[in-house]
T-cell receptor, first 113, second 116 residues
Framework: GENVEQHPSTLSVQEGDSAVIKCTYS??????FPWYKQELGKRPQLIID?????GEKKDQRIAVTLNKTAKHFSLHITETQPEDSAVYFC????????????FGKGTHLIIQP | GAVVSQHPSWVICKSGTSVKIECRSL??????MFWYRQFPKQSLMLMAT?????????EQGVEKDKFLINHASLTLSTLTVTSAHPEDSSFYIC????????????FGAGSRLTVL
């Protein structure tokens, strides 16, 4: 089955700097890669996703890149703000959508004032 | 759009009792609902996938007789933890995908279960 590795487990950056979280996946048939943000004690929220026919997608300060050859995808957050502090999960599926999502272990992002 | 309601948000029960958690899609028809378990500071672990009107598909290692899942309608799925034990204490989260969500996952707010 699919295996999703996520690094780092904890990331601390100064407010205003950029943060990058990386994930690798094992199943070359994976074609859907969402990213979720989970604040303490709350539900995960989809922040951005990318499909395998696209190499990069951007939404304001958030961007995701996908390298299908290397089987890795990354989340980039620019101009970080205190409200970006949360746990971020990457995920992958072969269904093109929500079915069969395998999650990474999560990255605790800490924004230092 | 695409709102998923889950309740109770927290529940405390005695060992040996059963607890039911409900997951509702409020503004769309959820053809598929998923149940996850999350331990503190850990990732979401898929327990089972349920499709409306059919039996749930459980992940390896999840006891289907202990975690009963019912998906009787396109807007409601329930998870019943039977004969709960302290090791069942955890954060349980449901999610749903369906026609309004364009196969994008929407999560419930989660239910924190504490078994004494």
């Amino acid at each position: 089955g699919e295996n999703v590795e996520q690094h780092p487990s904890t990331l601390s950056v100064q407010e205003g700097d950029s943060a990058v979280i990386k994930c690798t996946y094992s199943d070359s048939a994976s074609n859907y890669f969402p990213w979720y943000k989970q604040e303490l004690g709350k539900r995960p929220q989809l922040i951005i996703d990318i499909r395998s026919n696209v190499g990069e997608k951007k939404d304001q300060r958030i961007a995701v890149t996908l390298n299908k050859t290397a089987k890795h995808f990354s989340l980039h957050i620019t101009e970080t703000q205190p409200e970006d502090s949360a746990v971020y999960f990457c995920a992958a599926s072969t269904s093109g959508g929500a079915d069969g999502l395998t999650f990474g272990k999560g990255t605790h992002l800490i924004i230092q004032p | 759009g695409a709102v998923v309601s889950q309740h109770p948000s927290w529940v405390i029960c005695k060992s040996g009792t059963s607890v039911k958690i409900e997951c509702r899609s409020l503004d769309f028809q959820a053809t598929t609902m998923f149940w996850y378990r999350q331990f503190p500071k850990q990732s979401l672990m898929l327990m089972a996938t349920s499709n409306e009107g059919s039996k749930a598909t459980y992940e390896q290692g999840v006891e289907k007789d202990k975690f009963l899942i019912n998906h009787a309608s396109l807007t409601l799925s329930t998870l019943t933890v039977t004969s709960a034990h302290p090791e069942d204490s955890s954060f349980y989260i449901c999610s749903a995908s369906g026609r309004a969500g364009a196969n994008v996952l929407t999560f419930g707010a989660g239910s924190r279960l504490t078994v004494l």
